[in-house]
């Protein structure tokens, strides 16, 4: 059918300050009235379809200029388009013919109108007033909140009415919900619910070698029970070189609000301790900060070259074949904080290790060793984590190629190299709840004065320690003495009766 088009716009303004205009059209392209109602409505549309279809309007009055807005709605809605608002701009989606997101076209505007589209049914349906949000989400993410809706959505009953549609945006974080009006203002205050700042947990973990039998001598040194090194030997040495109610320290300007400072304190001045006697070896302190209920994890380690193969060719020359591997711990922790401001972990380790790096040595034996726990702990309680223990027993043999060989004097061109190692490897995990009101800085700050009271707290330990030990060497010294006098008077009365 031949292309019609009538537009006879007049501008007149009335009481309201209204801008009218009088419009009639046949055969239209959707196409042309999205761009005549851009223009007159001064709105910009992003089209990203070639929409087909025609349109008739057919009025025997002046309507309002932003009438032509509901009338494009009215026309993309029978040809299965919807148009949703974002920061201004009206884009054009996909979408079911059933949904609107516009009140109906004001009827004071005009006294007979009509709008017929040729892509439509003959029978027309009318509809409850739907509306369209857009949310910006600012603490989670658009993709994963817009499954927990539509999990939402599923389990309701929309026998009578039709189901809320969800659209999300990554770029900009938002979510776009399209539905009646009270089912959009119910998702929208799920939303506010679940879009909240998310708590975090700063972990610090300390990865540490303990020699036990040093550990023992220095317990037997000190006066504290020592113990064998686990979880448990360690643990123990800290409760001991607490002691109980002796010490006194203000704890008053630590602002992590943490329940047993005391306990955190004992447990830093035993590692500052053993460390300082060598019977400790601090192989790294890594620390990451974790969001709540989210798994994070740390690698502490070394790459190493092994040797894999070695050939010989026909003129003696020998040709060596090697791999890089990574070796070392790996540390796994999910945090989940309590309502009672405790601290759920869940934590992996996994050490691997190879028996023999030497390079003379072909495809050596590799070995690991995991421990998988979760504990239930205080804020700025540790976990020990014992059990990773490396025992070593390598023999290396170095040698110059064929005077080794040569028989009764080849043993003066060896070298061999005994390695004899019990590598206790302990790993502590301590979590700190970030207040929501602070930030990392802070946290860091108030570790810092956590530390130089972990000093001063072993300072008065030794102290004490030691007036201890002096007390009970004098107890021992009387003692020894009044056991000699007692020895003394008894031979005197058994050889002369005094």
Same mark, same amino acid.
């Not at 009639?24 to 990203?48: A, G, R």
């Given at each position: 059918?031949?292309?019609?088009?009538?537009?006879?716009?007049?501008?007149?303004?009335? =009481?309201?300050?209204?801008?009218?205009?009088?419009?009639? =059209?046949?055969?239209?392209?959707?196409?042309?009235?999205?761009?005549?109602t851009?223009?007159?409505?001064?709105?910009?549309?992003?089209?990203?379809?070639?929409i087909?279809?025609?349109?008739? =309007?057919?009025?025997n009055?002046?309507?309002n200029?932003?009438?032509l807005?509901?009338i494009?709605? =009215?026309?993309?809605?029978?040809?299965?388009?919807?148009?949703?608002?974002s920061?201004?701009?009206l884009?054009?989606?996909?979408g079911?013919?059933?949904?609107?997101?516009?009140?109906?076209?004001?009827k004071?505007?005009?006294?007979?109108?009509?709008?017929?589209?040729?892509?439509?049914s003959s029978?027309?349906?009318?509809?409850?007033?739907?509306?369209t949000?857009?949310?910006?989400?600012?603490?989670?993410e658009s993709?994963?909140?817009q499954?927990?809706?539509?999990?939402i959505?599923?389990?309701?009953?929309?026998s009578?009415?039709?189901?809320?549609s969800?659209?999300i945006?990554e770029?900009?974080?938002?979510?776009?919900?399209?539905?009646?009006?009270?089912?959009?203002l119910?998702?929208?205050?799920?939303?506010?619910?679940?879009?909240?700042?998310?708590s975090?947990?700063?972990?610090?973990a300390?990865?540490?070698e303990?020699?036990?039998?040093?550990?023992?001598?220095?317990?037997?040194?000190?006066?504290?029970?020592?113990?064998?090194?686990h979880?448990?030997?360690?643990?123990?040495?800290?409760?001991?070189?607490?002691g109980?109610?002796?010490i006194?320290?203000?704890?008053?300007s630590?602002?992590?609000q943490?329940?047993n400072?005391?306990?955190?304190?004992a447990?830093?001045?035993?590692?500052?301790l053993?460390?300082?006697?060598?019977?400790?070896d601090?192989i790294?302190?890594?620390?990451?900060?974790c969001?709540n209920?989210?798994?994070s994890?740390?690698?502490?380690?070394?790459?190493?070259?092994i040797?894999t193969?070695?050939?010989?060719?026909?003129?003696?020359?020998?040709?060596?074949?090697?791999?890089?591997?990574?070796?070392g711990?790996?540390?796994?922790?999910?945090?989940?904080i309590t309502?009672?401001?405790k601290?759920?972990l869940?934590?992996?380790?996994?050490?691997?290790g190879?028996?023999?790096?030497?390079?003379?040595?072909l495809?050596?034996?590799?070995?690991?060793?995991?421990?998988?726990?979760?504990?239930i702990?205080?804020?700025?309680?540790?976990?020990?984590?014992?059990g990773l223990?490396?025992?070593?027993?390598?023999?290396t043999?170095?040698?110059?190629?064929?005077a080794?060989?040569?028989?009764?004097?080849?043993?003066?061109?060896k070298?061999?190299?005994?390695?004899?190692?019990?590598?206790?490897?302990v790993?502590?995990?301590t979590?700190?709840i970030?207040?929501?009101?602070?930030?990392?800085?802070?946290?860091?700050?108030?570790?810092?004065?956590?530390?130089n009271?972990e000093?001063?707290?072993?300072e008065?330990?030794?102290?004490?320690?030691?007036?201890?030990k002096e007390v009970?060497?004098n107890?021992?010294?009387e003692n020894?003495n009044?056991?000699n006098?007692q020895?003394?008077?008894?031979r005197?009365k058994?050889?002369?009766?005094i």
């Amino acid at each position: 059918m031949r292309f019609l088009f009538l537009l006879l716009v007049s501008f007149s303004l009335s =009481f309201s300050n209204d801008e009218l205009i009088n419009i009639n =059209f046949k055969d239209l392209s959707i196409m042309e009235l999205i761009k005549i109602t851009s223009e007159k409505t001064n709105k910009n549309i992003l089209v990203t379809n070639n929409i087909k279809g025609k349109v008739d =309007f057919i009025s025997n009055g002046p309507i309002n200029k932003e009438n032509l807005l509901d009338i494009l709605r =009215f026309s993309l809605e029978d040809n299965g388009y919807r148009i949703i608002s974002s920061n201004g701009i009206l884009r054009i989606v996909k979408g079911n013919s059933q949904n609107t997101i516009s009140p109906k076209i004001e009827k004071r505007n005009s006294k007979n109108k009509k709008i017929k589209s040729k892509a439509s049914s003959s029978s027309s349906q009318v509809l409850p007033e739907n509306i369209t949000e857009v949310v910006f989400l600012t603490n989670i993410e658009s993709k994963s909140l817009q499954k927990i809706l539509n999990m939402i959505i599923s389990q309701r009953d929309y026998s009578r009415s039709k189901k809320p549609s969800i659209a999300i945006d990554e770029l900009s974080n938002s979510i776009i919900l399209d539905g009646k009006k009270d089912e959009v203002l119910n998702l929208k205050n799920i939303i506010t619910k679940l879009d909240i700042i998310k708590s975090q947990v700063f972990v610090k973990a300390n990865i540490v070698e303990i020699d036990d039998n040093l550990l023992e001598n220095i317990g037997l040194k000190f006066g504290i029970l020592g113990g064998k090194v686990h979880s448990g030997g360690l643990s123990t040495f800290s409760s001991s070189l607490n002691g109980g109610n002796a010490i006194s320290i203000d704890t008053g300007s630590i602002g992590l609000q943490i329940p047993n400072v005391l306990s955190s304190l004992a447990l830093g001045a035993s590692l500052n301790l053993l460390n300082k006697t060598y019977a400790l070896d601090v192989i790294s302190q890594p620390s990451i900060l974790c969001l709540n209920n989210k798994e994070s994890s740390i690698y502490v380690g070394e790459t190493v070259s092994i040797q894999t193969a070695s050939t010989t060719t026909d003129g003696g020359t020998t040709k060596n074949s090697f791999k890089r591997e990574d070796i070392g711990l790996t540390l796994k922790v999910k945090p989940r904080i309590t309502t009672n401001n405790k601290v759920v972990l869940e934590i992996s380790t996994i050490l691997e290790g190879i028996k023999n790096t030497n390079t003379s040595s072909l495809n050596p034996d590799t070995s690991k060793k995991e421990v998988i726990t979760t504990a239930i702990v205080n804020n700025g309680e540790s976990v020990i984590l014992g059990g990773l223990i490396e025992n070593k027993n390598e023999k290396t043999i170095e040698k110059i190629p064929y005077a080794s060989d040569v028989p009764l004097i080849g043993e003066l061109f060896k070298n061999r190299i005994y390695d004899y190692r019990n590598k206790n490897l302990v790993v502590i995990v301590t979590p700190y709840i970030i207040p929501k009101d602070k930030d990392l800085t802070y946290v860091r700050n108030e570790l810092s004065k956590l530390k130089n009271l972990e000093d001063k707290f072993l300072e008065e330990v030794l102290i004490n320690l030691r007036a201890k030990k002096e007390v009970k060497n004098n107890l021992e010294a009387e003692n020894k003495n009044l056991n000699n006098r007692q020895k003394h008077e008894a031979r005197l009365k058994h050889y002369f009766g005094i």
